[in-house]
């Protein structure tokens, strides 16, 4: 693993940039996986900034998001359709059919899940993955468990998730209680993830997943044993880390 403590979000999102920026300029027809949540969003700022000033072009890559709600149509401001769209993806030229995110209202799930991890190994695989960390150590809704899951699955959302997505609805009650989620397996595949964490109240999940033992109880724990991680941090998340 290599980590990197910034000052502040914006550093942590700029150098999230810089890292996707180098990967699109060396393979143009990169495969990234991307992230929501509140983290990545200095991180897609800084690549839109990059497109704009044409260091980095959209036309041949193609991304696979991590995760969606179930049962929250496409179109609803909370899904995280609608946050890629407004985040990243209205403003760069990422072709919309390269552009792939798990549909969370498929009639048969089961055949979502397996649909969706058929279409990233068509493309070859990930090249670069983003991710963020949930307070409770989770990694796209890979939430604390027995094992890991290999593949795209339906999760059943932790409750400490439910209460920290409360935030984006009008109360914890219309958060949905499940999603659909690339599981620790293709996480793992990834040739490179990229992992983002900002704010004290991720300070916990940050030092277990580097200097904790490597359990299902923490999935980001797992990274560990990935050839290529890169963890940014701000000085709130990398707390622990600098206080040893
Ligand atoms: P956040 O979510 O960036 O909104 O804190 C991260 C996550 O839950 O993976």
Known sequence: MQIHVYDHAQQVGQAAATLLAAQLISKPNSVL?????????????????????????????????????????????????????????DHVNMPADHIHIPDGNAADPQTECARYDQAITAAGGIDMQVLGIGRNGHIGFNEPADDFTYGTHVVTLAADTIEANARFFKSADEVPRQAVSMGIGNIMAAKC??????????????????????????????????????????????KLMLEE
């Open 193 to 238: 993830v990229v992992l983002v964490a900002t704010g004290e109240n991720k300070a916990k999940a940050v030092y277990d997943t580097i200097r904790g033992p490597i359990t299902p109880r923490v999935p980001a724990s797992v990274l560990q044993l990935h050839p290529c991680c890169v963890i940014l941090t701000d000085r709130e998340a990398g």
């Open 33 to 89: 996986g991307l992230a929501t949540g509140s983290t990545p969003i200095p991180t897609y700022q800084a690549l839109i900034s990059l497109y704009k000033a044409g260091v980095v072009d959209f036309s041949s890559a193609s991304s696979f998001n991590l995760d969606e709600y179930v049962g929250l149509p496409a179109g609803h401001p909370c899904s995280y359709h609608s946050f890629m769209r407004e985040q990243l993806f």
